[in-house]
């Protein structure tokens, strides 16, 4: 397995997040090497979900207003529906986001994470999945989605469920190994605004 030595990783995540898509890749991410850091729009402490029901607590390490997105070498963003939809509405968060695109730097989404990647327009042209109720947000966003385990496009891995987490977090770590990806630079591609 690739390792992360050297690497930071900030995990983008607002309150009511799904549990297990931050914690197992956080996990892989810590045990390939990487120096994992939760930035988060709240402050203080953030709530996960187990699906409907309230699961545990996380201390968040970064606030969104005082995070600076160059110090970091990708971006992982869980779902959840209220996570994304959050993180979707705060335009502080989007350019944190965009600045990996621009920048050529591997981004991470599962779930309904990809909701924030459409609010940022950065899904044009790319071949992504997701939950699949968001499909028709991404496809009329311009992006190519794709029903399947894991899809990586040019240091852009997606996936769409908790069962999916072994396979999205291998290609994760690879391409967070790989580091900058030229084709991933937003600027190459028609950015969507809302």
């Known amino acids: 397995m690739a390792t992360l030595d050297g690497k ?3 995990i983008l ?6 549990q297990v898509e931050m914690t197992k890749p956080r996990a892989a991410l810590e045990q390939a090497g990487a120096e994992v850091k939760i930035v988060s729009p709240d402050s203080g402490e953030i709530q996960g979900m187990n699906h409907a029901d309230k699961g545990d607590k996380f201390p968040v390490d970064i606030e969104l207003s005082k995070a600076r997105a160059h110090e970091f070498d990708a971006l992982m963003i869980p779902g959840g529906t209220m996570n994304p ?3 979707r509405s705060t335009p502080q968060a989007l350019e944190f986001t965009r600045y990996f695109f621009r920048e050529g730097k591997p981004v991470a989404a599962i779930c309904h994470g990809p909701w924030v990647l459409v609010d940022a327009g ?6 992504l999945t997701s939950w699949p109720a ?5 496809r009329n966003a311009g992006g190519n989605w794709v029903d399947e385990e894991v899809v990586v496009d040019n240091g852009l891995v997606t996936s769409r469920k908790p069962d999916d987490i072994p396979a999205f977090n291998c290609k994760m770590i690879e391409e967070f190994a790989e580091g900058r990806h030229a084709r991933q630079m937003q600027e190459k591609r028609a950015p969507v605004r809302a």
């Open 13 to 18: 995540v607002a309150n009511f997040f799904e």
């Open 122 to 127: 950065v899904v044009r042209g790319r071949k």
């Open 8 to 10: 930071k990783v900030a």
């Open 134 to 138: 968001i499909k028709s947000d991404i």
């Open 85 to 87: 939809d959050t993180l």
